[in-house]
T-cell receptor, first 113, second 115 residues
């Protein structure tokens, strides 16, 4: 049972344009959501997060939007840069175990110069 | 500040052999996690430690997997015997505590190949 889903395995974007990565979840107990970025041969690194009491959180070029009624969140990167090329994982916390991160399958972002 | 250290980075073994992975968390981090990442998938939690106590090991296949965190610092994850399906990346992460807003820091992982 995949509680966090990223339905797009890959995304290709031109440098300078917007990248939009999407994530859906099914567990209504999740109340904290995170995006991680992963380069090859490295572990995931934290990028940005959002609490369920908010619908938007912004950090520089990165903005995360949360639509609780649709159980959907998205990560916007504006403007996209070649160095943003990586695998992006959506993750969620909440319910009975705050210690557990539940991850999506990941989306490979490629930003072309 | 040093990050999470894992060794070895790569390991190739034949099926039915034992294998062990080692993790040194960030200094001062009480919570340690072991995740399994299969190809094309996100990490999945295997076990979580609060200091030396395993507080969530519900996803750890206990027939062949074992873990320990002696003295509440370093941790070792062992597989005995390894099966072909165990080929994956094993990630270790640590955090100050396991609270809702606490960031988890990941190591580079150990890529295991079982032949």
């Amino acid at each position: 049972d995949q509680q966090v889903k990223q339905n797009s395995p890959s995304l290709s974007v031109q440098e300078g344009r917007i990248s939009i990565l999407n994530c859906d979840y099914t567990n209504s107990m999740f109340d904290y959501f995170l995006w991680y970025k992963k380069y090859p041969a490295e572990g995931p690194t934290f990028l940005i997060s959002i609490s369920s009491i908010k619908d938007k959180n912004e950090d520089g070029r990165f903005t995360v939007f949360l639509n609780k009624s649709a159980k959907h969140l998205s990560l916007h990167i504006v403007p996209s840069q070649p160095g943003d090329s990586a695998v992006y994982f959506c993750a969620a916390k909440g319910g009975t175990s705050y210690g557990k991160l539940t991850f999506g399958q990941g989306t490979i972002l490629t930003v072309h110069p | 500040e040093a990050g999470v250290v894992q060794s070895p980075r790569y390991k190739i073994i034949e099926k039915k052999q034992p294998v062990a992975f080692w993790c040194n968390p960030i200094s001062g981090h009480n919570t340690l996690y072991w995740y399994l990442q299969n190809l094309g998938q996100g990490p999945e939690l295997l076990i979580r430690y609060e200091n030396e106590e395993a507080v969530d090991d519900s996803q750890l296949p206990k027939d062949r997997f074992s873990a320990e965190r002696l003295k509440g610092v370093d941790s070792t994850l062992k597989i005995q015997p390894a099966e072909l399906g165990d080929s994956a990346v094993y990630l270790c992460a640590s955090s100050l505590t396991s609270g809702a807003r606490v960031e988890q820091f990941f190591g580079p992982g150990t890529r295991l190949t079982v032949l």
